[in-house]
């Protein structure tokens, strides 16, 4: 019965406790985990975040441009995405290099992770296009 209750639990708060971040709007990032503390700067609502840790109610967190900084966790929701690296990347129909291109995003274009597998992205675009990314072409925030 514990076991389950175990499993049960971890069930519930499995998406609490992932890595990938999205901020939720426009964010500040600060030096240290305060309101008093010094910004940094500021972060379009969207922006993928890899956590580094947490301290009462603030997670430290990094970008894709390898940028560090604190966050008020309200203003964070877990999200798996990422963020195209290369100068444009293609994104297929299917896994696979000789699959049709669906589209092509360019560099910094966000994506939402629907899945993936063998070094492919199943990944959705803003826009609500749907296809498959290398993954040697983009950063994944998990």
Known sequence: MRALLLVAALGVCA??????????GPSVLYDAPSLKARALFILSGGHPLKEVSRVDGWRKVFTHHGNTGWVLERRVAPLRSAVVTASQAAVRAAPNANSPVVFYAARDVMLEVLGGKNGWLEVLHPDGETGHV?????????
Do not use: C, T
């Open 134 to 142: 290398a993954a040697v072409d983009v950063w994944i925030n998990d």
């Open 15 to 24: 998406p609490l406790l992932a890595d990938g971040w999205q901020l939720r």
